[in-house]
């Protein structure tokens, strides 16, 4: 098993656990728990967007900059990808657009 591996990311090492997913014992519940959904207004921005953090870290911005609502997906802060339960996301990502739009 390897502990860390180096990343191209400006030569930093990361501690990056290989083959181990932090979810796979916690219950969809508990993992939707851990995801919070913020409406924020940003300097940068003329409408409200729509963040999703899981764990204090963003996974998702929805905007309405355009006509129609675009969705950004951040990259995980530390591993390679997010891993999710695709119901769980597809949970959060619908409750985050009917808040969102509705407000």
């Known amino acids: ?15 990056v656990f290989q083959n181990w997913n932090p979810n796979f014992m916690l219950t969809n519940n508990e993992i939707l728990k851990s995801f919070r959904v913020v409406i924020a207004s940003l300097p940068d921005k003329e409408n409200c967007v729509c963040e999703i953090h899981y764990n204090n870290a963003q996974w ?17 802060p530390v591993n390679d990808y997010w891993e999710f339960p695709l119901d769980v996301a597809l949970e959060v990502l619908e409750k985050a657009k009917k808040r969102y739009l509705e407000e």
């Open 1 to 15: 098993m390897v502990l860390c591996q180096q990343t191209g990311r400006s030569g930093n090492r990361l501690s």
């Open 60 to 76: 998702v911005e929805i905007s309405t900059e355009t006509d129609t609502p675009i969705i950004y997906f951040y990259s995980h």
